[in-house]
C-alpha cells in the first residue's frame, strides 16, 4: 500500500513532468478513484473515460497540488469528483436541451457508498452526515454526488436559493469540523 507521503512525492514529481511519478500514481490510486467516478456517473464505460480524463487534469494541475497537511487523496478525489459531476451537468444539459431522452442516465438515488466519496474511512462519514439535519444531508448529497444546482435544490426543498448557498456552506463546515475531530 502506498502512503500518503509517497503520495505526495508522486504528485510533486509529476509537477515536474516525470511520467514515471505519474505511473506510479495511476498505479496507487486509479482504483479508489475509479471508485468514486462509478460512483457519481453510475456507468462502467463512463467512469472508465471520466478516470482517463480526470488522470489528465492531475497530470496538468500536478503543480497547483500543495502539501498542506490535509491528504493527497483528498486532493485527488476533489478532482476526480468535480470532473465527474461536470459530465452528469453536462448530460442533464444535454437532456434539458431536447437532446435524446432516452440516453443512459443514472439513477438519481444515492448508493450507500456515495457518502465515502472524500474519505477512506467510510464510517466517519457516515457518522458525521448523521449529524446533520435530514435535508441538509439529502442538500449535500445531491449537490456534491449527484451534481444538483443550487437552484435545481431551492426547488426541490421549496426554499430561497441564498437558504441553500448558506445550508451547504454551514454543512460543509460542520462535516469539515467533525471529521477533523475524529481524525
Known amino acids: 500500500m502506498t502512503?500518503?507521503?509517497?503520495?505526495?512525492d508522486m504528485i510533486a514529481r509529476m509537477a515536474i513532468g516525470d511520467r514515471a511519478a505519474f505511473d506510479g500514481l495511476?498505479?496507487?490510486?486509479?482504483?479508489?478513484?475509479?471508485?468514486?467516478?462509478?460512483r457519481v456517473l453510475g456507468n462502467r464505460a463512463e467512469a472508465e473515460d471520466a478516470l482517463q480524463e480526470a488522470f489528465v487534469k492531475i497530470w496538468r494541475n500536478a503543480d497547483r497540488y500543495r502539501v498542506n497537511g490535509l491528504s493527497p487523496m483528498t486532493w485527488l478525489i476533489t478532482?476526480?469528483?468535480?470532473?465527474?459531476?461536470?459530465?452528469?451537468?453536462?448530460r442533464k444539459a444535454k437532456m434539458n436541451a431536447?437532446?435524446?431522452?432516452?440516453?443512459?442516465?443514472?439513477d438519481a438515488a444515492p448508493g450507500p457508498e456515495a457518502l465515502a466519496i472524500a474519505a477512506s474511512d467510510r464510517g466517519r462519514i457516515v457518522d458525521c452526515m448523521a449529524q446533520l439535519d435530514p435535508d441538509k444531508a439529502g442538500a449535500v448529497r445531491r449537490a456534491y454526488l449527484e451534481g444538483d444546482t443550487y437552484q435545481e435544490l431551492a426547488d426541490h426543498y421549496d426554499v430561497p436559493l441564498n437558504t441553500v448557498r448558506t445550508w451547504l456552506r454551514r454543512s460543509l463546515l460542520k462535516l469539515r469540523e467533525c471529521l477533523s475531530h475524529d481524525g
Open 3 to 8: 502512503s500518503l507521503t509517497e503520495i505526495e
Open 26 to 38: 495511476y498505479a496507487a490510486t486509479s482504483a479508489k478513484l475509479f471508485g468514486v467516478c462509478l
Open 79 to 90: 478532482v476526480t469528483r468535480n470532473h465527474s459531476v461536470d459530465r452528469v451537468r453536462a
Open 98 to 106: 431536447g437532446m435524446d431522452k432516452a440516453a443512459d442516465v443514472a
